[in-house]
């Protein structure tokens, strides 16, 4: 029972974490119907800003961060990320909001390897993997049975939660909300009826940058800083894609719903299958495989995503 | 597939009591017809009608929730639109849909192309069988443009052409599928009058040259009363009249469905207003 | 219908047959020159350039093969594959199968043996057509049920199909490496003995420009051919409007799957020639990256113009080439190019024209013979 309690917590932190990042791809592709490849770089940046960020503070040292740092470091990155994604936007994808979708994928696809080799720089991040992990003690806050909870992962959940809930009543009870829907049913008509685009689109950008970069920071707490270009960055934002196209790419509820359904796979399927084939080590590695599996089982029988409306073309 | 000589004595076209519903809404109920071996029948109805979609139901884009669709006597709905294509029906689409990119020519060897029978290995291979067809292909298609009157675009882009030549090219390559039956949606949409009436003209001849019967969708009523041998007419998916062009032209509930009733302020949207 | 143009496709066949000994040389000409332009490539014209650029010109040959494959499926039938170094993972490996194993079962070494078309070259002319084929059933049956899938979608199911093969990949067994471990295996058990994460190594180095270019030129013939076909044309249409090339009787599915099938063949010996190449086969090198690499190739090339994938893969291969001294920034200027082409060139180099449809090249030929007119 501890180990299910234990495996649930575990879940639930690795599924927050898939939604934040998820919520970015989904948030651009219901609005501008492209698959941002450069996301996971932003969430890659993400982590380095927040090391960055907190070196000016001086919170980098072991054993030296106030209760403070993780709260202002997360709120500063978050910002400069969103200016970062408005920026990307405007320079790359704006050009080329007429041209075909390939294009403008072409164009994330060097935007991301842009941002991934500008990082391994000297003057930027340099190329040797750091870590972030002295700004949060790794306290235990209390005892379920034998089950710790974690202060990282109470807090990955409690962020989450409130990133998710305030981002579903901007998008559900704003202004700026009923705009972004519109925008996303039919940008042309949404022009026609007075909604500034441009401004919808920038919003979008500067959103899903600042939740890639909570998720940046939230999984450079609890893994090392590997650098910008290493592929595991890569990964993790396919992971949370593939969460996105599975709960129906273009719908908030659906990113987080499929997040956890990502991370249930991931860590719940493969606790337990993992631990009935334990004298078949190679079943350990197949993790990402029940991950893909799901996301082309997902597409074939419901292709507009678990929480999807199907788009029917008029003939 | 289905030889031509299985169609003898059955309509080229005929539909039984099709129907079909989005969600609750019943866009076509009880649909019947039947366009006889080298007939021009109309189908003409208001707006939203559901015109269109009967065109969808009877090429296979959408299947019918109940009914039956038979192609020289044999079924074939519930089939896919390239096999019912291959059993000899052929469409033009109201929202033209052209291979943008390619020439001329090409979209209409294209369309032929379903008629050869060399496939993958004979194509990458070269085989005499495949040569020959290719030069047929060729020859057909300039010969179909040349009735067109378009064989002078040829080597232009589909999507480069003016409006009325790319409705007179999905004209091309609808007849270069070899059809029996050819489904015009909305042929002079768009056309100033001279234009129209060149199209009535190739309408009326193409019956003859290449054996197909016609059956058009129109909102020009002049043109369907003019040249269609049987109209029907369908309001709200539901068969309201059918008969000779003098019988509707004078039918009450069609006059309604066009007019609305005397006091309507939708009276002004008479038919051409539709258009 | 006796008249012109009611005369049906069937009853103009006949008159327009060709002579069919003039066809049979015709059919089979360009094949003859391939192989004799690809002995001229191994034998005169890479001695001519040195090992330094033999090696780039290795490198540029398979690049055109897989990126011209991506083509046929990407460029030609509009499908967005994005699994595409999936189907050269499984060649590679189904190649590598053969030859490393053969090798040590045959000629109890793994090292290269025999001549020009000798006995160990046959075994590994053996392994591409296997890798081909191992890959070419691999996209019948990735390919028929996600190709009713559009678009993004279909981007989104060949990227996880990829993603598994590099799995799998990750997880096959040891390899054995001395002779007498391999001999006393049957060939069926030792297909999961692939190396597992850290490669399927000590492949023999059988690939040279001779077998890249000969299979590069029989696959410019094969796309050309197809592209100018009533096949091919079918592919075009699924491109331009699925609906309507579905509604003028193109079942669009066999079109789809049959492009597919074609493609995963050719990058299936793209792999074979690959691995024999770089001697270890590394799944992680043929992740989602490496079929990020071809698309770049076909797009920047042109997307279903022939030539344009042929120039898109030498720029491609060779540029980073020529600036390897700056290696820290050769990537970001890669990353920068690949954003201003898209901004300024968005139909990539060609289109979808071929070299000689384009009106330079036209204008060009048209000069030329002008001026041999005015010098007669």
Request: positive net charge; charged residues 15%; aromatic residues 8%.
């Amino acid at each position: 029972m501890d180990d299910v309690l234990e495996t649930t917590i575990n879940t639930l932190a690795v599924g927050g974490l898939y939604a934040l990042i998820a919520l970015g791809y989904t948030l651009v592709y219901g609005i501008l119907r492209f698959i941002n490849f450069a996301h996971s770089d932003v969430v890659a940046w993400g982590g380095w800003l927040a090391l960055s960020i907190a070196g000016v503070f001086g919170w980098t040292a072991a054993g030296g961060a106030p209760a403070i740092a993780v709260p202002v470091v997360l709120v500063l990155t978050m910002a400069v990320c969103a200016a970062m994604g408005v920026t990307i936007e405007r320079l790359a994808y704006r050009p080329l909001r007429k041209a075909p979708r390939l294009n403008v994928l072409i164009t994330a696809i060097g935007v991301s390897l842009l941002l991934q080799n500008v990082g391994i720089l000297d003057g930027v991040f340099g190329n040797k993997p750091d870590t972030i992990r002295p700004l949060l003690a790794n306290s235990v806050l209390g005892e379920v049975g034998a089950v710790q909870l974690r202060l990282y992962d109470l807090m990955t959940i409690a962020v989450t939660i409130a990133l998710v809930v305030g981002l579903e009543r901007l998008v559900y009870g704003t202004r700026m909300g009923r705009a972004m829907r519109a925008v996303s049913h039919d940008e042309r008509t949404a022009a026609l009826m007075g909604i500034d685009v441009n401004r919808v689109i920038t919003v979008t950008f500067a959103i899903g940058s600042a939740l890639a970069a909570a998720g940046g920071i939230l999984f450079a707490l609890r893994n090392d800083l590997r650098l910008t270009a290493d592929a595991s960055w890569v990964l993790l934002g396919l992971k949370a894609f593939v969460a996105a196209v599975v709960g129906g790419i273009g719908n908030v509820r659906g990113a987080a719903a499929g997040a956890l359904l990502i991370a249930f796979v991931e860590v719940f399927v493969h606790r337990y299958v993992g631990a009935v084939f334990a004298d078949k080590p190679w079943v350990s590695q197949l993790q990402d495989i029940y991950v893909f599996g799901i996301l082309i089982l997902v597409l074939l029988f419901k292709p507009s995503g678990l929480l999807g409306k199907a788009a029917v073309e008029k003939v | 597939m289905t030889g031509a000589s299985s169609g003898a004595g059955h309509p080229a076209l005929e539909t039984r009591a099709l129907s079909l519903s989005f969600g609750g809404l019943k866009a076509v109920s009880e649909f019947s017809l039947a366009v006889p071996v080298g007939g021009l029948c109309g189908l003409i109805g208001p707006n939203g009608a559901g015109k269109t979609t009967v065109f969808n139901l009877l090429t296979g884009v959408y299947r019918p929730d109940e009914g039956e669709v038979l192609l020289g006597g044999v079924r074939v709905d519930g089939r896919k639109p390239s096999y019912i294509a291959r059993c000899g029906m052929a469409r033009t689409f109201q929202n033209i849909r052209l291979f943008g990119e390619l020439s001329v020519l090409d979209n209409v060897m294209t369309a032929g192309g379903v008629r050869t029978r060399s496939g993958l290995f004979r194509t990458l291979l070269r085989t005499p069988l495949h040569v020959a067809e290719e030069r047929a292909l060729a020859e057909r298609a300039l010969a179909l443009l040349d009735v067109l009157g378009i064989a002078h675009r040829r080597d232009e882009q589909a999507k480069s052409l003016p409006y009325g030549d790319q409705r007179r090219l999905e004209i091309a390559r609808a007849l270069a599928t070899e059809p029996r039956v050819l489904l015009l949606d909305e042929p002079v949409a768009g056309m100033n009058t001279q234009e129209k009436r060149a199209m009535r003209a190739l309408i009326q001849s193409l019956r003859e040259q290449f054996g197909v019967s016609i059956l058009l969708i129109e909102h020009d009523m002049g043109l369907v009363m003019e040249i269609c041998e049987q109209i029907t007419v369908i309001d709200h998916g539901v068969t309201i009249a059918r008969g000779a062009p003098a019988q509707i032209q004078n039918d009450p509930a069609v006059i309604e469905a066009y007019l609305g009733v005397p006091d309507d302020a939708a009276a002004a949207a008479g038919p051409e207003g539709a258009a | 219908m006796s008249d012109r143009a009611g005369k049906t496709l069937s009853e103009r066949v006949g008159a327009l047959r060709p002579n069919p000994v003039v066809n049979t040389g015709l059919s089979l000409a360009p094949f003859v020159v391939a192989f004799a332009l690809a002995m001229v490539v191994d034998t005169v014209v890479g001695p001519l350039v040195g090992a330094t650029w033999t090696e780039i010109l290795l490198d540029v040959g398979i690049a055109i093969l897989l990126a011209g494959s991506l083509n046929v499926v990407n460029g030609y039938a509009g499908q967005f594959s994005l699994g595409h170094a999936g189907f050269m993972l499984l060649g590679g490996y189904a190649a590598a199968w053969l030859t490393f194993y053969g090798s040590m079962k045959f000629f109890g070494t793994w090292e290269p043996v025999g001549g020009f078309l000798g006995s160990g070259q046959l075994l590994f002319l053996g392994g591409c057509m296997l890798g081909g084929l191992v890959a070419a059933v691999f996209g019948v049956v990735v390919g028929l049920p996600s190709l009713r899938l559009r678009g993004d979608y279909l981007a989104i199911v060949t990227l996880g199909f990829g993603e598994i093969a590099r799995v799998l990949g990750q997880i096959t067994a040891r390899q054995p490496k001395n002779v007498e471990q391999v001999a006393e295996r049957s060939w069926w058990d030792l297909a999961d003995n692939l190396g597992g994460a850290e490669g399927f190594s000590q492949i023999p180095n059988y690939t040279r420009l001779f077998f890249v270019y000969l299979f590069v030129f029989i696959l410019l013939i094969l796309a050309y051919r197809l592209k100018y076909s009533s096949k091919g044309r079918a592919l075009l249409a699924v491109r331009e409007n699925e609906i309507a090339a579905e509604a003028m009787g193109i079942d669009t599915t066999r079109a789809k799957v049959s492009a597919f099938v074609m493609s995963a063949f050719f990058a299936g010996i793209g792999g074979a020639l690959y691995a024999h190449r770089v001697g270890v086969l590394k799944p992680t090198e043929l992740g989602f990256q490496k079929s990020i690499d071809l698309v770049i190739i076909v797009v920047i090339g042109g997307m279903g113009s022939i030539t344009g994938v042929v120039l898109g893969a030498a720029i491609l291969v060779i540029l980073p080439e020529l600036f390897r001294e700056f290696s820290e920034y050769r990537m970001i200027a890669y990353a920068l190019a690949l954003v201003a082409v898209m901004l300024l060139r968005p139909q990539g180099i060609m289109g979808v024209k071929e070299l000689w449809e384009t009106s330079w090249w036209r204008k060009g030929v048209a000069r030329l013979r002008g001026g041999k007119r005015g010098g007669a």
